[in-house]
């Protein structure tokens, strides 16, 4: 993405073999980088000087009066300030409003689907033993969907409804215990246009005995689920486009797993190159059920040994994990799905997210539907800003620091962080930095436009742009989200 005139004509002249189908026009606002990369002057791909970017942050520009062209593939062909062009008179145009921003597409690291239909409820009850979270509310829920097609087929399209509504054009989702309720959220994400990670929850202990699976069965329909994926939406090595749908290794967590079923996950996932996903190090309790099971062993060097940490895992919470297990994370290059809301009912403790960030931690956000109730990724950033200055908080306690000194910096978050998180550091994360997460010519065009609505005040006189655009991240929600676009679609939003 350059900004050079000339240059332009000749991304123009190169995208003459590709046929342009629609423009946005209007304001754009993108990561174009790691928010704590060394490098801490503006992207090097922008000239400062430019009166049509603002920085909000070096790695944060606010593109305005800008057109973004988007090829029948679906991908981007052309990003730059606006011009006439002769091929706008062929092409369908969406321009937005003046405090409008388009920006890429929400990447929710953690969604529990079939406990959507309970979402706002349970948040006093603890996650493990009697009564609690999981006996009480997450299994009965999933084991519910088994006998009842019409229920999961309607729960699933609205749980896909509810995320595009709210900008989340891809979604890493587990789903049940169960093949068929799974293929159901497949067919749901499809019928929506949505891009997402499934995979079929595995357990094969410490379950209840009507809602377990022996180890070959969880295997078994696992790969029944990978292939289904593969006959419905394409397998990746083979379609010319990217496919909507992934499939997800998805072992729930240690304690519902025997060493044989981590194993084998493990080796089928090496054999496929799949995605993988699970919890880890998510509670106290659940830290110390697995040191019980396991030998007294921490969660990260668990999942190392059955071959579950990879370039392509996604780690849900991590609040627990100790130095060495998150220095094992940066190594293996496995991503931590950070999920402030749901952390702060059931792990007792925030995430030091900044902190990994900075050591080289790749780190995205997640909703943790049910755990936390709301699906809107917006939520999830303001949740994970406000969780930041909770540590701080507790280090200036410790410390008996009354005066926010230099350091404080050191843990705290803002809107532009978690911006970043929700979008380009959930595409790294998912390792799908070349295909998702900001406006580079080539990546799929996935997208949100979120607009001051009856909602947010905007001051005309007082407020700049980039002003409007902390509003919208601090006060919109559903209301504001008046486009949605996944590889190039138009899937939410009036023409």
């Given at each position: 993405?350059?900004?050079?005139?000339?240059e332009h004509?000749?991304?123009?002249?190169?995208?003459?073999?590709?046929?342009?189908?629609?423009?946005?026009?209007?304001n754009?606002?993108?990561?174009?980088?790691?928010?704590?990369?060394?490098?801490?002057s503006?992207?090097s791909?922008?000239?400062?000087?430019?009166?049509?970017?603002?920085?909000l942050?070096?790695?944060?520009?606010?593109?305005?009066?800008?057109?973004?062209?988007v090829?029948?593939e679906?991908?981007?062909?052309?990003?730059?300030?606006f011009?006439?062009?002769?091929?706008?008179?062929?092409?369908?145009?969406?321009?937005?409003?003046?405090?409008?921003?388009?920006?890429?597409?929400?990447?929710?690291?953690?969604?529990h689907?079939?406990?959507y239909?309970?979402?706002g409820?349970?948040t006093?009850?603890?996650?493990t033993?009697?009564?609690?979270?999981?006996?009480?509310?997450?299994?009965?829920?999933e084991?519910?969907?088994r006998?009842?097609?019409?229920?999961?087929?309607?729960?699933?399209?609205?749980v896909?409804?509810?995320?595009?509504?709210?900008?989340?054009t891809?979604?890493?989702y587990?789903?049940?215990l169960d093949?068929?309720?799974c293929?159901?959220?497949?067919?749901?994400?499809?019928?929506?246009?949505?891009?997402?990670?499934?995979?079929k929850?595995?357990?094969?202990?410490?379950?209840p005995?009507?809602?377990?699976?022996?180890t070959?069965?969880?295997?078994?329909?696992?790969?029944?689920?990978?292939q289904?994926?593969y006959?419905?939406?394409?397998?990746?090595?083979?379609?010319?486009?990217?496919?909507?749908?992934?499939?997800?290794i998805?072992?729930?967590?240690?304690?519902?797993?025997?060493?044989?079923?981590?194993?084998?996950?493990?080796?089928?996932?090496?054999?496929?190159?799949?995605h993988?996903t699970?919890?880890?190090?998510?509670?106290?309790?659940?830290?110390q059920?697995s040191?019980?099971?396991?030998?007294?062993?921490?969660?990260?060097?668990?999942?190392?040994q059955?071959?579950?940490l990879?370039?392509?895992?996604?780690?849900?919470?991590?609040?627990?994990?100790?130095?060495?297990a998150?220095q094992?994370?940066?190594?293996?290059?496995?991503?931590?799905?950070?999920?402030?809301?749901s952390?702060?009912?059931?792990?007792?403790q925030?995430?030091?997210?900044?902190k990994?960030?900075e050591?080289?931690?790749?780190?995205?956000l997640?909703t943790?539907?049910?755990?936390?109730?709301?699906?809107?990724?917006l939520?999830a950033?303001?949740?994970?800003?406000i969780?930041?200055?909770?540590?701080?908080?507790?280090?200036?306690?410790?410390?008996?620091?009354?005066?926010?000194?230099s350091?404080?910096?050191?843990?705290?978050?803002?809107?532009?962080?978690?911006?970043?998180?929700?979008?380009?550091?959930?595409a790294?994360?998912?390792?799908?930095?070349?295909?998702?997460g900001?406006f580079?010519i080539?990546?799929?065009?996935?997208?949100?436009?979120?607009t001051?609505?009856?909602?947010?005040?905007?001051?005309?006189?007082?407020?700049?742009?980039?002003?409007?655009?902390q509003?919208?991240c601090?006060?919109?929600?559903?209301?504001?989200?008046?486009?949605?676009?996944?590889?190039?679609?138009?899937?939410?939003?009036?023409?």
């Open positions: 993405m350059s900004t050079n005139h000339h004509k000749h991304h123009l002249k190169i995208d003459d073999e590709w046929k342009i189908v629609r423009a946005i026009v209007g754009f606002v993108h990561c174009t980088r790691h928010p704590f990369a060394v490098d801490e503006p992207t791909i922008i000239h400062n000087d430019r009166e049509d970017v603002v920085f942050a070096p790695f944060l520009p606010l593109h305005l009066n800008h057109i973004l062209a090829c029948e679906g991908k981007i062909r052309y990003f730059g300030p011009t006439p062009f002769a091929w706008l008179k062929t092409v369908e145009i969406v321009t937005l409003p003046p405090y409008a921003f388009c920006c890429p597409g929400f990447i929710d690291l953690h969604h689907a079939p406990q239909a309970y979402a409820t349970a006093d009850r603890l996650l033993g009697p009564g609690g979270w999981l006996e009480e509310y997450a299994f009965p829920a084991r519910s969907l006998d009842n097609p019409e229920q999961t087929r309607h729960l699933f399209q609205k896909v409804q509810a995320t595009l509504q709210r900008g989340t891809s979604v890493v587990f789903g049940t093949v068929v309720p293929q159901q959220l497949v067919d749901a994400v499809l019928q929506y246009g949505q891009r997402a990670w499934v995979g929850v595995c357990m094969d202990r410490n379950a005995a009507d809602y377990c699976q022996p070959q069965q969880n295997l078994t329909e696992t790969q029944q689920l990978v289904y994926i006959e419905t939406a394409g397998k990746r090595s083979t379609s010319p486009r990217l496919p909507l749908v992934f499939p997800l998805t072992p729930r967590f240690i304690p519902t797993c025997t060493p044989e079923l981590l194993s084998a996950l493990g080796d089928y996932a090496r054999s496929e190159d799949l993988i699970t919890h880890i190090s998510e509670s106290i309790d659940e830290v059920w040191q019980a099971l396991e030998g007294g062993a921490e969660d990260a060097t668990i999942l190392h059955h071959g579950l990879t370039r392509q895992s996604i780690l849900a919470h991590g609040v627990w994990l100790s130095d060495t998150a094992l994370l940066r190594e293996t290059q496995s991503a931590i799905a950070h999920c402030p809301l952390n702060f009912f059931f792990a007792n925030s995430l030091p997210c900044r990994l960030l050591q080289g931690n790749l780190v995205g997640g943790d539907i049910a755990g936390g109730y709301n699906p809107s990724m939520s950033c303001r949740c994970a800003v969780a930041s200055r909770t540590l701080d908080h507790q280090r200036q306690s410790l410390t008996n620091q009354h005066e926010q000194s350091s404080a910096s050191s843990t705290l978050l803002d809107y532009r962080h978690a911006f970043y998180m929700a979008t380009l550091g959930g790294y994360a998912l390792n799908m930095q070349n295909h998702l900001n580079e080539g990546k799929d065009f996935d997208a949100v436009v979120l001051v609505q009856s909602n947010i005040f905007v001051c005309p006189r007082r407020d700049t742009m980039a002003d409007i655009f509003k919208l601090n006060l919109a929600d559903d209301r504001n989200v008046s486009h949605v676009f996944v590889a190039g679609k138009q899937v939410i939003g009036s023409s």
